[in-house]
C-alpha cells in the first residue's frame, strides 16, 4: 500500500471465530446431503454445457445415485405429443399426451409411479418451469420413499429451466418439439409468445393457438405486474405471413403501451395508431383487458371479437356482452370499456371468431352454441386451466371435423380470489401430488 495508507479498494471481511459460518448462523448442518450434491453438480456442470448434452448430463447425475432408464420428453406445439430427447443414457419413445404413462404426469401436472414386475419403481415427473409445461422426466429406482419423490420433482425443475434457458440460444429443443412442417407465419407468432401457461396461487391463466404449425394472425399476451393481470387476444386481418406480420406489429404495440402504464382507451389508441401508419387500410380485431387480483374485477375491451365466455365454478357458461368497439386500424373511433365483478373460481374465456366462424361439412358454421355447449361439458370436471384449454382446443378442432381455414385460438383466465397476506409462504411447494400407484 502507497505511503503506508489504507487500500482503498480492499474489501472488509468479517472474522468469524473457527467453526462459524451461514451454515451455523442459520441454525442448520453444513454438511451436504446426497439431494444437494446432486442438484449442486448438475447446477455446476450445466452452465457451460452445450444443449445436446443436457439431456446426457441429466441422465448422468441420475445414473449416480441409482436411477436408471432416463427419459426427457418435450411437447410438441401441438400438445398433442411427448417427443423424446436422444442422446447418451436416455431411453424413450415418442408418446401420446392422451393415453400414456409420461401423459399422465404431464395432464395431471402430478408425479405418476409405476409399479414394475420385478419390484422396481418408475417415476414419471412433470417438468415445470414455474407453472408452464415443458415435459416429463422419467426414470426407474429399486425403491422410492418421500426422499426419492422430493429429489425427483427437484430434478425435474432444474431439468426444465435448463431447457428453457438454453432454448433461448438453441434450435435443439425446437427441434424436438416441432412434430410438423411449420409455416414462417407460425413460426413468426410462436417467437411472440408469452409462455402458455401462468399460475399463482390466486389465478391461472392458459393459452392456445390453433392450427399450432400454420397460425397467422391470431396471437395472445398477458402480463402480471402487482396485482393486476394485462391481457389481450388479437386476430390480424387476412392470413399467412402477412397476417402475422401485423398480428407482431400489434402485440409490439400493446406491449409498448402496456409497459407504459396506459390506460384501456389509451392502449386502444395506441395500437390503432400504429397499425394505421404501419398497415394503412388493414385492421386488427382485438380484446385486451385489466383483472384486479385484489377485487376481482375485470375490465375490458371488445375491439370486434366475439363476446367472451364467463364460467362459473359451477359449470354454467354466459356470454360477456356489451358494446363492440371497432377493430383497430380504422383510426379516430372511441373505446368502451366493459367491466364485471367475478367471483372466487370464476373463468373467462377469450377467443377469436375462427373458432365459431369455421363452416362444417353441411356448410352451417360451428357457432357460438356449439362452443358453449362444448365449454360446459370441458369445464364440469374441473380439470387445471392448462388442460382444460388443451382438450378444449382439441374437442373444438375435432366437433369442427379437423377443418382450420381460419386461425383459432383460446385464452382462460381463472380467478381464485384476492391474494392473502401469506402469499410468500404458500409459494413454497412441498411437493408435487402423487399419481396412481399402478401395477
Known amino acids: 500500500m502507497p505511503d503506508g495508507g489504507p487500500d482503498q479498494s480492499a474489501v472488509a471481511v468479517e472474522t468469524l471465530p473457527a467453526g462459524r459460518g451461514f451454515a451455523d448462523r442459520q441454525g442448520r448442518s453444513r454438511t451436504e446431503s446426497l439431494g444437494e450434491r446432486v442438484l449442486g453438480s448438475l447446477l455446476d456442470r450445466a452452465h457451460l454445457m452445450p444443449a445436446r448434452l443436457v439431456g446426457p448430463l441429466v441422465a448422468q447425475e441420475i445414473g449416480s445415485v441409482g436411477g436408471t432408464d432416463v427419459g426427457i420428453w418435450l411437447q410438441d406445439y401441438d400438445q398433442r405429443t411427448l417427443n423424446p430427447l436422444t442422446g447418451p443414457g436416455l431411453t424413450g419413445e415418442p408418446a401420446p399426451i392422451d393415453g400414456s404413462w409420461p401423459g399422465r404426469a404431464f395432464t395431471q401436472d402430478a408425479r405418476i409411479e409405476q409399479q414394475l414386475p420385478d419390484g422396481s419403481v418408475r417415476l414419471y415427473l412433470p417438468m415445470l418451469d414455474g407453472s408452464d409445461r415443458v415435459g416429463v422426466l422419467a426414470f426407474t429406482l429399486p425403491g422410492v420413499d418421500d426422499d426419492d419423490r422430493r429429489l425427483g420433482q427437484r430434478l425435474a425443475g432444474l431439468t426444465a429451466d435448463l431447457v428453457v434457458t438454453k432454448s433461448l440460444y438453441t434450435g ?26 401462468m399460475t399463482t396461487p390466486d389465478l391461472a391463466l392458459a393459452g392456445i393457438l390453433e392450427p399450432a404449425y400454420d397460425v397467422g394472425g391470431d396471437s395472445f399476451d398477458y402480463a402480471l405486474d402487482e396485482h393486476v393481470l394485462h391481457l389481450a387476444v388479437f386476430d390480424a386481418m387476412g392470413h399467412g405471413l402477412e397476417a402475422a406480420i401485423m398480428a407482431t406489429v400489434v402485440v409490439a404495440a400493446y406491449r409498448h403501451g402496456r409497459r407504459s402504464d396506459a390506460s384501456l382507451p389509451d392502449l386502444y389508441v395506441h395500437m390503432d395508431d400504429v397499425l ?83 363452416r362444417l361439412a353441411d356448410g352451417m358454421q360451428f357457432g357460438e352454441v356449439r362452443l358453449r355447449e362444448l365449454v360446459e361439458r370441458t369445464s364440469a370436471d374441473r380439470l387445471s386451466v392448462a388442460e382444460t384449454v388443451r382438450l378444449l382446443s382439441h374437442t373444438l378442432m375435432a366437433a369442427r371435423g379437423g377443418r382450420t381455414s381460419d386461425d383459432a385460438s383460446l385464452l382462460l383466465v381463472e380467478w381464485g380470489g384476492p391474494p392473502r397476506d401469506d402469499e410468500l409462504a404458500r409459494g413454497i411447494i412441498g411437493g408435487l401430488p402423487a399419481g396412481d400407484i399402478t401395477s
Open 276 to 358: 394505421g401508419s404501419t398497415h394503412p387500410g388493414k385492421f386488427a380485431t382485438a380484446q385486451i383487458g385489466r383483472l384486479d387480483t385484489e377485487t376481482g374485477v375485470l375490465s375490458w375491451v371488445n375491439a370486434g371479437h366475439p363476446a367472451a365466455l364467463l364460467v362459473r365454478p359451477g359449470g354454467a357458461v354466459e356470454e360477456l356482452t356489451g358494446p363492440i368497439s371497432r377493430p383497430v386500424g380504422f383510426g379516430g373511433a372511441e373505446p368502451v370499456v366493459q367491466t364485471v365483478q367475478l367471483s372466487p373460481g370464476d373463468r373467462v374465456l377469450f377467443f377469436t371468431d375462427g373458432v365459431v366462424e369455421e
Open 172 to 197: 435443439t429443443f425446437a427441434r424436438v418439439r416441432t412434430a410438423a412442417p411449420m409455416s414462417l407465419s407460425a413460426h413468426l407468432q410462436w417467437q411472440t409468445l408469452p409462455p402458455l401457461v
